[in-house]
């Protein structure tokens, strides 16, 4: 069969010898082709296609959009911005300053989250634009209609795939890294099919540009520019070399940025000390990280295309290869799962385009692929009603007195709280810190954003620690014991201490206040029970309001940050349960509904979540306590409400009014499950709980540690239905 010509393919000729000829070349080269050349793969039905493509795409991720603060660093990437900050490693510039311009000056979103989240929808969009003309630009022009609905079916697939669907509705620099990514294949295609020196300077100013938003962009560019450089190979000389590097520097001009504003703006809160060379560099190559570690033709041309083709499969290796073999993350666990998941968007660029490509030959399921697409993944992906992020950070600022300080040590409460008070201008009386950052040697250079704290020495590390480093004793020795009453602070923690040391534990406790916990010296005498309890009721009633219902479990699993917030509310739930507990039995033993209050957070996390997420050495020996004490209380339960979490607690026990008899029954059957939890026989009170349950509970039952009263029940209908079957064989 004859072959038609491609009236756009290159015509390659044999490189001259001479000088003149070879200057000739470079002459020639360094002219972009004709406009007429160029543009000739693209007609005005593609641009229309390619426009409702766009429109389609923005479409469907505004109307799917966090409506405020997404997870993971996306509050932290837009508080910064707000603001003019930097961010954390390697900095973020680029992205910063566009996303601060987008808040300031786009006429319409609500919130500065929202329109944060607007400019990742508008990146992605970006992207699947670049997808849609790469895969123009590499088949073939004849066969238009087929053509154009393969290229279109494989940006839109690309669009509303789950993971990249996931990012385009919330602030953060992966959307932003894809529409670069995208960009670069599409001016290395061009590049390979026109050989323009112009799509060759072009792509080193993106190479340079990307650098300034995600580093990992330089597992696609380290090929590209090989795969250049060694097509020019001929040719190349040092003027050329020159242009090139020339133009990827200035792409690299954003870097500027950082001092800049650091010095001329410096905000609490900011990431390092750039305001030298020496710590600018130590910023943009995230020394503070360590590594990546966290996160129909003629001849001639369809041979290039074949090696062209092979050279994308080599760079989507090449990002997969390295790209794993430095991050150290642990996948197992959801969340960082989740973490690393973000970073096989970029890889993605390189799967759709090739998607596309095959789907050039089967042009005919185009449509009704990209309908089941977006159907299978929308519920999953559609934010716009996602405010638990906002709510959480409100739940957890807005509690605190006036004027508080408070130390945070885990990313979401962090990211979510800079958010609402750099961006939405929200309680700023009160002083937040994040104690990694307080770690770092740079952190000397900050002291002077916290006017009303004192820094008894350079940076925050563990106690005992030769330097002049300090404790987080004697941090809040300086702030807490040694000030005035009227001049005191109340300090808060959020998250967990960086350093578990002596001095703190002989000197201070924490107390549960809300979602956070409240520093108390050891040497000052607790507020009595009562008064304590009203006023944490007051602040769980602000809780309850600013969080009124948490994320539900089947939109938002281990992988999610949104499910992180549940999970921090069960533990806290469970901390004030415990110290509430403790509390009562020390100052009123006899008050049956804060026993019954206690019990409730340990029944949930007992019935209905796995070990892993409480203590059962602590949790079955408190549990079994609280319904102890309710069982010896001279006090009696009214009839008119159940006061248990729900009618597991005592099962057994006929009348479901006999409130102390179902607790006791629950006593009995809680305890006996903590007598086989490993390490139980070591407690000192061991064996007083054994000789209890042993004269109620026959020996038999054989629960496993951590069982909650499901498995129990399965495991003893096991246990008689073997039974039964031995009987029925003798």
Sequence with gaps: MRRRKDPYAAVHAVPPADAASRDAIHKSDSNAPPPTQCNAALSAGDLVVMALLALWTLLGYTMTLYPSVAGGDSGELVAESCHLGVSHPPGYPLFNMAVHIFTRFLPFGETPAWKANFFSAVCDTVAVMFIYLSLLLWMAPTGWTGRRAAAFTAAALFAFSPLIWTYAVGAEVFAFNNAFAALLLYLL????RYQDISSALWGAFTCGLAMCNQHTIVLFEVPIIAWVLWSRRRTL???ELAQFTGAFVSGLMPYIYMPITAI?????GSWGDVTTLSGLIHHIRRADYGTFRLYASNEANEGTNRQLGWFIIAMYLFYMVVFHSLANLPISEGLI???????WQQPNVVIFTWFGIGLGYITNLSSQVVAIQIWRWHELCNQSQAFYIRNYAQALLDPLPQNAVLFVNFDLQWTSLRYLQRCELRRQDVTILNLSMMTYNWFATKHTNYPNLQFPGSRLVPFGSVGDGFSMARLLDVNIGHLAPRKRARIFLGGKLSYSDQDFNKKYTLVPFGLLDEFKSLSVPSQ???????????????????????????????????WTIARDHGMKELNWATYLLERTIAEDPE???LLSE????MEVSYQFEPPQFWNPAANLKNLGLAYAQMVKSNQEFSVSKDPFLNDVVGKGVTDSTRFKDRASARMLEVWDAWLRVPGAKQDPGYEAIEGVVRKFVPTSVEAQPGDNPRKQSQRRRKKKSA??????KK
């Design 598 to 601: 206690a019990a409730k957070p």
């Design 264 to 268: 001329w703006n410096p905000q609490p």
């Design 591 to 593: 008050n049956l509904s």
């Design 528 to 562: 009595p029970l009562k008064p304590w309890y009203s006023s944490q009721q007051k602040v769980r009633a602000i809780i309850r309001e600013r969080l009124p219902v948490l994320p539900p479990e089947e939109l938002y699993n281990d992988e999610t940050w949104e």
């Design 337 to 343: 799962y989740g973490v690393q998941m973000r970073f």
């Design 189 to 192: 295609l061009r590049y390979t």
């Design 237 to 239: 000389w040092w003027r």
């Design 723 to 728: 039974k039964t079957k031995k009987r029925g």
